[in-house]
């Protein structure tokens, strides 16, 4: 057990929809990150938070919004779904936002866009 | 572009063999490396990093080497396990924290 926890782990919606990836942090860790993983791609960053504001930006599409709430808990929502958009979504944290901080993963949404 | 690369994306070891498993990066500013193991729908696990100012570290069965000339470091599982069977990623960061993932490369231990 990572200490990171994701909810929901399964979800199923329609296509144009919006869903809402809900991420809890290790405790006393600030820093959140949001990864894509599909079939293809691998793993790809899409977004980063430390303490509340945005750090780090990757290949999240305009379509995806995240944030960082007082309480270190972020959520990242997802809106106007395509197929393509199915994947498995990590959340990750640590402790700090400098090099040589371990980054650990949460157990990930499985996100089925049909 | 990718920025971290694992050209293998598979390895076949028998059991107490040495497993190696290789990444090659090309960004310089990389300072950071990792490597996850990862098993089917569950998230990567950390197992093992090193600061680009070591050239090696260990931990157990696990030792990562870099090569910062070369761009590359390797993953060293002595002696491997049948529980070793996973998939491996190689990550790296620069600074700013957001890790750059390999590939993969898919780890099967045979008895």
């Known amino acids: 057990d990572s200490g990171v926890t994701q909810t929901p782990k399964h979800l199923i919606t329609a296509t144009g929809q919006r869903v809402t990836l809900r991420c809890s942090p290790r405790s006393g860790d600030l820093s959140v990150y949001w990864y894509q993983q599909s079939l293809d791609q691998g793993l790809q960053f899409l977004i980063q938070?430390?303490?509340?504001?945005?750090?780090a930006k990757g290949n999240i599409l305009e379509r995806f919004s995240a944030q960082q709430f007082p309480d270190l808990h972020s959520e990242l929502n997802l809106s106007s779904l395509e197929l393509g958009d199915s994947a498995l979504y990590f959340c990750?944290?640590?402790?700090?936002?400098?090099?040589?901080?371990?980054?650990?993963f949460g157990e990930g949404s499985w996100l089925t866009v049909v | 572009d990718q920025q971290v690369k694992q050209n293998s994306p598979s390895l076949s070891v028998q059991e107490g063999r040495i497993s190696i498993l290789n990444c090659d990066y090309t960004?310089?500013?990389?300072?950071?490396f990792l490597w996850y193991k990862k098993y089917p729908a569950e998230g990567p696990t950390f197992l093992i990093s090193i600061s680009s100012i070591k050239d090696k570290n260990e931990d157990g069965r696990f030792t990562v080497f870099l090569n910062k000339s070369a761009k590359h470091l390797s993953l060293h599982i002595v002696p491997s396990q049948p529980g070793d069977s996973a998939v491996y990623f190689c990550a790296a960061t620069a600074g700013a924290q957001k890790l750059v993932f390999g590939q993969g490369t898919r780890l099967t231990i045979n008895p």
């Open positions: 960004n310089s500013m990389f300072d950071y």
């Open positions: 990750a944290s640590s402790a700090g936002s400098d090099s040589g901080n371990t980054i650990y």
């Open positions: 938070y430390y303490n509340g504001e945005e750090r």
